[in-house]
């Protein structure tokens, strides 16, 4: 499967699990990443940052990045809890491979 498959050229965005995926939300999460674990980067940048990877996180769940992908930081792995607890109002919430898994179990 090749970019242009999930967002078509000439296209901006997607929807994916009731969300709107924009081309860039992988790059945008990764660059705000990036900035949350550089000691030198200022507390306003790395503020901004996390308030911008915090909105990003539920387009990235939609997405299921989270179920192939580990965070290896820790900083990141607590970012990615409090995001989702205050979207979801759970730390943990199920994963939509999950949701998908369980629906079509033929004991769910």
């Known amino acids: 499967m090749k970019a242009q498959d999930i967002i078509p050229d000439g296209q901006d965005f997607t929807i994916i699990g009731g969300r709107t995926v924009r081309k860039g939300s992988v790059g945008a ?3 705000n990443a990036r900035i949350l674990d550089d000691a030198s980067a200022s507390a306003e940048d790395k503020q901004s940052a996390r308030q911008d990877l915090h909105a990003l996180v539920p387009t990235l ?3 299921g990045l989270f179920d192939v992908f580990e965070l290896r930081s820790t900083t990141l ?4 809890e409090e995001a989702r607890a205050r979207h979801h109002g759970a730390a943990l919430s199920p994963s939509p491979a999950a949701a ?3 629906a079509a179990s033929p004991s769910a």
């Open 100 to 102: 998908v898994v369980a």
């Open 77 to 80: 792995r607590e970012e990615l």
């Open 29 to 31: 999460f990764l660059a």
């Open 61 to 63: 769940d939609a997405l």
